[in-house]
Structure formats: C-alpha cells, structure tokens
C-alpha cells in the first residue's frame, strides 16, 4: 500500500471520546494537524498541552447544519487547507419501530444524516480547489444490516450510507475520495448508561426485545474491538493511495455483513423470476449512465 507522509489536516467530529478520540491521537501521532469539533474544547486540553498548534477544538454541535461553514472556515484560515472530513459524532436509541418518538426519530437522522451532509457540502469547495481529500463517514455494521430494536439507528446509517455512496461517484472526478466505515462493537462509551438510549418498553415488545435491550446495555467495557487500532487502520488507508468505498472495521462486522451480503443474493435468487415477469414483454432492457 503506497502512503502519503505529507502532513494533512483533518475535522473530526465527536472528538472528545471513542473512536472520534482515538483518530484525533493517531492522526496527531502521525504528524497532521487537527481541528476537533467537540461540544467542549476543554476536553481536548491535554491533547493541546501535548500537541500543542497541532490541535485546534471548536464548540460544536453535529446536528447544527448552520455551523458547518464557519468549522471548514476556521480549519483552512488556520491550516492553509483541509484535507480530511471526519463525520464521527453519533449516538443509538435501542427500542421497537413503534415505540421510537417522531422526535427520537428526527433527533437521528440529524445527527446522522443532515448535520454530515451540511459538513461535506461546506467542506467541498475547499477540496475541489486544492485538488483532492477525503471523507470519512462513521457508519456501522447496522448500516448495512438492521435487526429487531435498532430501526431508527440503522434507519440514519442507511441513510447516511445511501448519500455517500452518491457522493462518491460525484467527488471522484476531483480527486475527493469517500470511505464509509462500518465498525462492529469497539470498547468506548457507546454502550454506556448515561449514553446509549433507550424508549419507554411497552407491554407489546417487552418480551420481544428483553435479549436486544439486555445485550446492548450490558456490552459495556467488554466490547472486542479496540479504538486505538481502528484508528490506526483508518489513518494508515488516509494516507494511501487508495480507500475502499466501504471498510468493514472488526472481526464481527467482517462476519455479520458477510452473512447479510450473502443472504440479500440468496434472497434476489429466490424471487429473481417472478420479479423480472413484472417488466413490458419485448422492451429492450434499458442502458444507464452509471
């Protein structure tokens, strides 16, 4: 794998703890530069006393699409440029389809959704005319394969996957590149109490969702992929000549995706002849663009 030793600049949101922590120090490690977007900068003070101009954190809110101008702003003022978007920041709500609020839903897909979006449209500009960059969208495993209680997080990384896979094909004549990681569970924060929510159990799927509520409550502190070397990889693929579209990030999501991927193919084999009996009979198939 060739690798780019120049130093770049990277936003990364959600960087005060977890993954978005853990890149924050790699990409420090490796001699670039960092503007941490954190909803306190004093949580990234022992990073400044280390790292010292290397590091800059700005007060930051993921879901406020109306900050992202002045964040892209602020790292090319006072880098000279921008080389990596980081759209870390995230949270799950664990709980039934039915039980999951319009608020609960909404609150989702900006974190997930709106307020990444508004950040790499701000960020383009600034990529297009140094010539290149990437973007790095913090997805999951949930966003390639959903189960039972976990319909309005995989709903936002759907949806986020779905965009940036778009985004791709439209950024790469620029020579901006798009990697979609797909962690499966990594040791931070995320499955800790007074992080990961949860709905208000119905009498309907108590039953149905004890093992899902109890499996992602009790994941804390036992969670098998280490942040420190997912960070690592992540930098490591930044700095190389190439990054794949989608990274599976740990053994499980290695395992679960490829069990979704082959279950979606048995699936569209399954039902493969009904399905082409709903086209006009003798129209020539259609040529697409893409």
Same mark, same amino acid.
């Given at each position: 794998? /060739?690798?780019?030793?120049?130093?770049?600049?990277? #936003?990364?949101?959600?960087?005060?703890?977890?993954?978005? +922590?853990?890149?924050?120090?790699?990409?420090?490690?490796?001699?670039?530069?960092?503007?941490?977007?954190?909803?306190?900068?004093?949580?990234?003070?022992?990073?400044?006393?280390?790292?010292?101009?290397?590091?800059?954190?700005?007060?930051?809110?993921?879901?406020?699409?109306?900050?992202?101008?002045?964040?892209?702003?602020?790292?090319?003022?006072?880098?000279?440029?921008? *080389?990596?978007?980081?759209?870390?920041?995230? +949270?799950?709500?664990?709980?039934?389809?039915?039980?999951?609020?319009?608020?609960?839903?909404?609150?989702?897909?900006?974190?997930?959704?709106?307020?990444?979006?508004?950040?790499?449209?701000?960020?383009?500009?600034?990529? +297009?005319?140094?010539?290149?960059? /990437?973007?790095?969208?913090?997805?999951?495993?949930?966003?390639?394969?959903?189960?039972?209680?976990?319909?309005?997080?995989?709903?936002?990384?759907?949806?986020?996957?779905?965009?940036?896979?778009?985004?791709?094909?439209?950024?790469?004549?620029?020579?901006?590149?798009?990697?979609?990681?797909?962690?499966?569970?990594?040791?931070?924060?995320?499955?800790?109490?007074?992080?990961?929510?949860?709905?208000?159990?119905?009498?309907?799927?108590?039953?149905?969702?004890?093992?899902?509520?109890? *499996?992602?409550?009790?994941?804390?502190?036992?969670?098998?992929?280490?942040?420190?070397?997912?960070?690592?990889? #992540?930098?490591?693929?930044?700095?190389?000549?190439?990054?794949?579209?989608?990274?599976?990030?740990?053994?499980?999501?290695?395992?679960?995706?490829?069990?979704?991927?082959?279950?979606?193919?048995?699936?569209?084999?399954?039902?493969?002849?009904?399905? +082409?009996?709903?086209?006009?009979?003798?129209?020539? /198939?259609?040529?697409?663009?893409?």
């Amino acid at each position: 794998m /060739t690798t780019h030793t120049a130093s770049q600049t990277w #936003i990364i949101t959600g960087a005060s703890k977890g993954l978005g +922590r853990a890149l924050a120090e790699a990409a420090l490690a490796a001699g670039d530069r960092v503007v941490a977007a954190v909803r306190n900068p004093d949580s990234m003070a022992a990073l400044r006393t280390t790292f010292g101009d290397h590091i800059t954190s700005l007060q930051f809110d993921a879901r406020d699409t109306t900050q992202a101008g002045d964040l892209v702003q602020v790292a090319v003022e006072h880098y000279g440029r921008l *080389d990596v978007v980081v759209n870390n920041a995230g +949270r799950a709500i664990v709980g039934a389809a039915e039980e999951v609020t319009d608020r609960q839903l909404r609150d989702l897909m900006d974190l997930h959704l709106f307020g990444p979006a508004a950040l790499v449209r701000a960020a383009l500009p600034a990529m +297009r005319a140094q010539g290149g960059g /990437t973007i790095v969208q913090m997805s999951s495993q949930g966003g390639r394969a959903s189960f039972p209680g976990v319909s309005a997080y995989s709903a936002s990384k759907f949806a986020l996957e779905g965009w940036s896979e778009a985004l791709a094909g439209e950024v790469a004549p620029f020579g901006i590149r798009v990697m979609l990681v797909e962690p499966s569970r990594f040791r931070t924060a995320f499955n800790a109490a007074d992080v990961l929510d949860f709905t208000d159990v119905s009498p309907t799927y108590r039953e149905v969702l004890t093992a899902v509520r109890a *499996d992602m409550s009790g994941a804390d502190g036992i969670q098998e992929g280490d942040p420190a070397r997912a960070a690592e990889i #992540i930098v490591s693929l930044v700095h190389s000549e190439e990054v794949p579209l989608r990274l599976p990030l740990g053994a499980e999501a290695v395992t679960r995706l490829t069990a979704a991927y082959q279950r979606g193919l048995d699936g569209v084999s399954q039902w493969a002849e009904l399905a +082409r009996s709903a086209d006009f009979t003798g129209v020539a /198939t259609s040529v697409r663009p893409i």
